[in-house]
């Protein structure tokens, strides 16, 4: 059972940053894959950015691609989520999530709790 604890949302101007982090514990971390999801009022949940391969591989949806990063220390066990350039539309709850690789996707099973990410114009 993977553990989450996300960290780092807040609330920021459109065009500046935010750096939200994701503490995890309880895996296997060369087995697993790690992403970030959000929800934003009255929308779906959307898939932001995946990590697979250690990390070593990424995915973005279309929507953040050129303006946020993910990426993980292995030492401290931590997933990043590097945004940049935010606009009002970014804004939403982020949730940090954990699973098993597939061959072509990540087949989540563990959840954070999520930290809140507005931004203003």
């Known amino acids: 059972q993977v553990q989450l604890v996300e960290s780092g949302g807040g609330s920021v101007q459109a065009g500046g940053s935010l750096r939200l982090s994701c503490a995890a514990s309880?895996?296997?971390?060369?087995?697993?894959?790690m992403g970030w999801f959000r929800r934003a009022p009255g929308k779906e949940r959307e898939g932001v950015a995946t990590?697979?391969?250690?990390?070593?591989?990424?995915m973005y949806a279309d929507s953040v691609k050129g303006r946020v990063t993910i990426s993980q220390d292995k030492a401290k066990d931590t997933l990043y989520l590097q945004m940049n350039s935010l606009k009002p539309e970014d804004t939403a709850m982020y949730y940090c999530?954990?699973?098993?690789?597939?061959?072509?996707?990540?087949?989540?099973?563990?959840w954070g709790q999520g930290t809140q990410v507005t931004v203003s114009s």
């Open positions: 309880g895996y296997t971390y060369g087995t697993v894959c």
């Open positions: 990590a697979y391969n250690g990390g070593r591989s990424t």
């Open positions: 999530a954990a699973g098993l690789w597939y061959g072509s996707k990540c087949g989540y099973n563990s």
